[in-house]
């Protein structure tokens, strides 16, 4: 099925599906970009909330005005024409197998949440192309905290869909001029850097715990960038998606402020905490076990990446983990 997105011009109507605090900072920002905009909530109660307090309990003191519709419903959600994916990766496939028997038409699947699916090793777009077979899959992702989102304050991001001519109309779409969305087709690479960048923004957290300083975090950030490339060149990814919005952009972001919930899972673990709380698990906690996994199946050496993962679920020692980066052989860059 082609979609180019020229014969859907008229197209008014947006849902995002999950109402936490990226879900809710994404339909502040669409609202002002025109389209008629619903927020769908997990359940009735969330919903509930929501409409008597106008109001995400984690974006405390930004109002949702009344012209943006509260649901719980998956069927309400898939009337929409455009369908906003903003549910935890982990969860991505339950909600979207739900949602496939409220879909009629075609629809443009954006996809907001970044991760790899732990059992299967898959991107979020590959597992919405086995559970929404048919629609038009995107993805949305680059440096965006979605308190400044909510606030309106100037943020760019990529959107990609393998058809370049979609990508560029769903960016106008959605996009708003505190809200640039940036158009490519290169769904793989903007995946894999939204994904991967949680990894080494935990890496980042625990050497900036550990007090190792700015220069050894500047170089943490710089070979992972190097380890994305590998990645992607491994799944046929552009490497100038790597440089970009939701590469470079993203990766400079998460690693460099303790609003990225990734970095301060880093933090934790580096000042002695313990994963037995589950509610600590994050994003790039759950990416870097199946990261590993790929890296294996692909043969691509991703050290950081390696590093994390053996530290978070392995119980491996902090510092014997960097002792071993450390004397890896030196290559040229």
Known sequence: MAFTGVEKLTMTSVSIVGAGAWGTALALAINKAGPKVTLVAQDAQEASDLQKDRECFRLPGIKIPKEIDIAHSLQEAGRADIILMAVPAQVMREVTEKLASFLEGDKYIVLCSKGIELNSGLLMSEIVEETLE???ISVLSG?????DVAADKPCAASLANTELSTARWLASSLGS???RLYPT???VGVELTGALKNVIAIAAGIATARGY?????AGLVTRGVAEMVRLGDAMGAQQETFLGLSGLGDLVLCCTSDSSRNMTLGLKVGQGTTLEDKTLLTEGA???QAVITLAEELDVDLPICTCVHRI??????IEDEVKQLLSRPMKSE
């Open 213 to 217: 300083g700015e220069s050894a975090r």
């Open 185 to 187: 087709n290169d769904l």
């Open 286 to 288: 759950y990416t870097s």
């Open 312 to 317: 978070l679920h392995e119980g491996a020692n």
């Open 177 to 179: 001029p505190h809200f």
């Open 143 to 147: 440096p965006t905290f979605a308190k």
């Open 134 to 136: 048919g629609h038009s």
